[in-house]
């Protein structure tokens, strides 16, 4: 029986090298797949992974129809055995149940992989959705880490170097972003990966360093 499945993880946590292992490993015992993505980091219509890895993709946009795409490509000859389904935080909840219903009515394996929760702390629709309807929801095993060393669980935003809290909930942007100092006029997004309690503290590895290096006593309000 096909299944619906969803592995989790923070940010750096390897999901989509795994979302490419996944897809190389079906590959290789000749089924046919399909690849879907939406807003990677490296930009439109690709899987990257940190570790150099990507391929090719199907952008995933709010108007696209899992099912409507799937029984049109069956129509036209095409085989489908699995969908791979990376950053499926992203989709929307019609979509997450679009492809449930692929799962059971057209017997198409899913793996979906995303993350559970913003920079905000609270749960995507997308990855709330999957957890309430996923036949097996996975939290993967290899644990991204916190600058203090503890396992990190939280997603940390910042702009021009300072965490914030609030502002649109999907901005592009990579825990290895290291680039130029923005103009007055840009905003230099980027990731980080937190324990829970330096999330709550807004304790980032530079604020960390900076405090470190200052005579006054670390913040514990």
């Known amino acids: 029986m096909a299944e619906l499945t969803f592995r989790t993880g923070t940010m750096d946590a390897g999901k989509s090298t795994l979302a490419l292992q996944t897809n190389h490993n079906h590959a290789a015992r000749g089924r046919a797949g399909r690849l879907f993505t939406s807003h990677d980091r490296a930009g439109s219509a690709q899987v990257s992974s940190r570790l150099g890895l990507r391929a090719e993709a199907i952008e995933v946009g709010p108007d696209l129809d899992f099912w409507r795409y799937t029984v049109d490509a069956l129509t036209q000859g095409a085989r489908i055995d699995y969908f791979i389904c990376d950053e499926?935080?992203?989709?929307?909840?019609?979509?997450?149940?679009?492809?449930?219903?692929?799962?059971?009515?057209?017997?198409?394996?899913?793996?979906?992989?995303?993350?559970?929760?913003?920079?905000?702390?609270?749960?995507?629709?997308?990855?709330?959705?999957?957890v309430e309807v996923a036949d097996r929801t996975e939290v993967l095993q290899v644990e991204a880490l916190c600058w203090c060393g503890k396992r990190a669980t939280h997603n940390a935003r910042t702009e021009n170097g300072v965490m914030v809290t609030e502002g649109d909930v999907i901005v592009v942007g990579d825990v290895d972003d290291v680039t130029t100092p923005p103009d007055v006029h840009d905003v230099e997004v980027a990731y980080e990966v937190l324990c829970r309690q330096h999330h709550r503290r807004r304790m980032t590895a530079a604020r960390a360093r900076a405090v470190s290096l200052s005579p006054e006593p670390l913040p514990f309000s």
Not at 113 to 127: E, N
């Open 88 to 130: 499926a935080q992203f989709y929307t909840p019609e979509q997450v149940d679009q492809l449930a219903k692929v799962v059971d009515e057209l017997q198409i394996d899913v793996f979906c992989f995303g993350i559970l929760t913003d920079f905000r702390t609270r749960l995507f629709p997308g990855s709330a959705r999957l």
